[in-house]
């Protein structure tokens, strides 16, 4: 694995911090919504190339009302702009800091595996002499359970 082994905990305190601050942070985001695959697909994206482009439309029309139809909102196009530009912001903070989360929980999800796994393997073979252990055994190996054999991956 590429990564140092990650040897660190957090307190009852700590989580509930971060807890405590990512539902205030929650609240105040309380518009947010969240869109199913198909309707990421349908929407239009903009991007850090589209801001400059948006911001130069929304500058036209404000300067320019004359051309608007009579029910374009142009204090709800700048909104959408300003509050744009402001995700984007809290994005480019929050982004890093959910995947290294995400990537964290990966890593350190996969060397608890790996240690269960090797434990499992220990009381498989401690249960061939002892029924405490054979019995600790079945419920570990339920884990597994209808999973088959592994495939090993072919050699390059």
Known sequence: MPNPNISAALTLAQKTTIK??????AAILNF???LT????KTLFKMGPKSVGYVQLALQIAQNN????PSGFNVPEFAKDVTLSADLMDI????KPLAEGISDTLLAVGAEAMKQANQI???VKVASKSDTNMSTLYKQL????????????????
């Open 20 to 25: 405590t601050n990512l539902t205030a942070i």
């Open 141 to 156: 190996a339920e884990r597994y359970k209808n999973q088959g054999k592994r495939k090993t991956p072919p050699t390059a």
């Open 37 to 40: 695959p198909k309707q990421r």
């Open 65 to 68: 009302p004359s051309i608007l």
């Open 91 to 94: 994005e480019s903070v929050s």
């Open 32 to 34: 947010l919504v969240n």
């Open 120 to 122: 499992k393997d220990l």
